[in-house]
């Protein structure tokens, strides 16, 4: 579909203006610490998760970087990072601008353009990369369908180049992928001024805490000597935590079918983890799988015995109220 610039930049007047005034109020350059950052903008075609991962030598990398909205799409801004490329960004997208024409906008709209980096995915997938002359070598990206790769204050192209691999490359989730990317930049010198801090996000629709929201995940490593380590260490938790939000809003909708699935990931990722033992039990039961239910919840009351308590009382069991194996083990 063409995209009518004209019509566009009417109804999206006020929008306009609101970028520009938040351009001109920043007007960053040297003056500010520029966010030496190596990042990856993508989209999981089949799931349609938009995310970010990023990581760099300056802290809280993950308060600056990553801007994600489902089905709009996900914004790395960053070096001398105007944050409101983020909202902003994601705004114009939604409106119906895509990734380039969203870039031309914000740049066109910013106080200087020379010192910004910028990576955009669509919700099409459409991508594109951006940086400026001035930001700080080495600096530059790559893009393609579904992913924007870039980097400044970088040890040399290879990084960037060994991220774009590994994307394209790594099996499993996007977060999986995008992970894998942050390592093989890592692996060839990332930031070369060292490690500190990163950050990655997920976004789907519905699949945050209660289905009330779109942060599926979000984690982020602020000061750390190892934060690609400790990125993995929460990133293996939060893939779980993912699984059991959608597992259980699901349930909350009777789609017990569709729910079980998800959850009986959730316990493959954390299979000694009480609480998820108990849910499991809970969409089991729901499921139809009373024998299983009973299993799921013996070993989480083992345990957590204090979950006995809970289970006594718990409508969602009240199937079970008359077993007497569900008797034995709420004693």
Known sequence: MTFRWNRF????APLLGILLAASAGMAAGPGQDPIATFSIVARDPETRELGVAVASRFFAVGSVVPWARSD??????????NTSFGPLGLDLLERGASSEEALRILLKTD????????????ADG???????????????????????????????????????????????TLAD???????????????????????????KAKAGYGGTNDRAIDIRVDDHPEPFKELGRLLNYAQMNYAWNEAWTLFTEKKFDKA??????????????PEVLYDLCVIRLAAGKKAEALQALKKAVTLNPKLKKQA??????????ADAEFKKLIE
């Open 312 to 321: 006594s009382g718990d409508k969602d069991l009240e199937a079970l109220k």
């Open 260 to 273: 079980l699935p998800l959850m009986e990931r959730t316990i493959s990722l954390a299979p000694e983890n």
């Open 177 to 203: 992928r995008m992970y894998a990317a942050l390592l093989a930049g890592d692996s060839k010198g990332g930031d070369s001024r060292g490690r500190q801090s990163a950050a990655l996000i997920v976004v």
């Open 111 to 122: 106080a200087d353009p020379e010192h910004r980096q910028v990576g955009i995915v669509a």
């Open 9 to 12: 930049l009417k109804a999206s």
């Open 72 to 81: 709009v799409g996900a914004i790395a801004t960053q070096a001398y990072a």
């Open 126 to 172: 459409s991508s594109v990369t951006y940086t400026g002359r001035s930001c700080n070598a080495w600096a530059g990206g790559r893009h393609g369908p579904n992913y924007a790769v870039q980097g400044n204050i970088l040890t040399g192209e290879d990084v960037v180049a060994a991220m774009e691999e590994a994307f394209l490359k790594t099996k499993g």
